[in-house]
């Protein structure tokens, strides 16, 4: 049975250990992980698993939030573009059938109108599960 995983890790390199520890554990087809902290020239690697993400920094050039989405080398997969503002990543997997996967990160200092949301929704090929934190 193929598994997604969601976790916001509160920062991807910390959290590496945990998260090898929970792919052994799981095999999960696909882990939607919110608050990633990864800046874009930050090198993040899982072995057999391929790493679609979208990182965030502040103004101060601080990396804050961040979404990804790791899909196991297993699975046949494509990455969704998305064309939004939005803390989000999405994947075609197959899991029983084709679904699109998409992480979402909405943070709580952040005020997201229902446009922008709308938006992302009809950017997803359907089947969609949209998985989020805020």
């Not at 976790?7 to 945990?18: D, I, P, Y």
């Not at 072995?47 to 103004?59: A, C, G, I, P, Q």
């Not at 229902?114 to 949209?130: A, G, H, S």
Request: aromatic share 6%; with cysteine.
């Amino acid at each position: 049975m193929a598994c997604v995983v969601s976790w916001n890790c509160r920062g991807f390199r910390s959290k590496v250990c945990h998260i090898k520890d929970l792919i052994y554990e799981v095999h999960p087809v696909c882990i939607a992980l919110q608050e990633t902290y990864l800046k874009p020239a930050d090198i993040a690697k899982i072995k057999r698993y391929s790493l679609v993400r979208k990182d965030n920094e502040n103004e101060s050039g601080r990396a804050s939030g961040g979404v990804a989405l790791l899909v196991s080398h297993d699975t046949p997969s494509s990455v969704v573009t998305l064309h939004t503002n939005l803390q989000a990543v999405a994947v075609r997997v197959m899991l029983s059938n084709l679904v699109t996967v998409c992480t979402l990160y909405l943070p709580p200092s952040t005020s997201v109108n229902d446009r922008d949301l709308n938006r992302l929704v009809d950017e997803l090929p359907t089947p969609f599960i949209i998985i989020g934190d805020h």
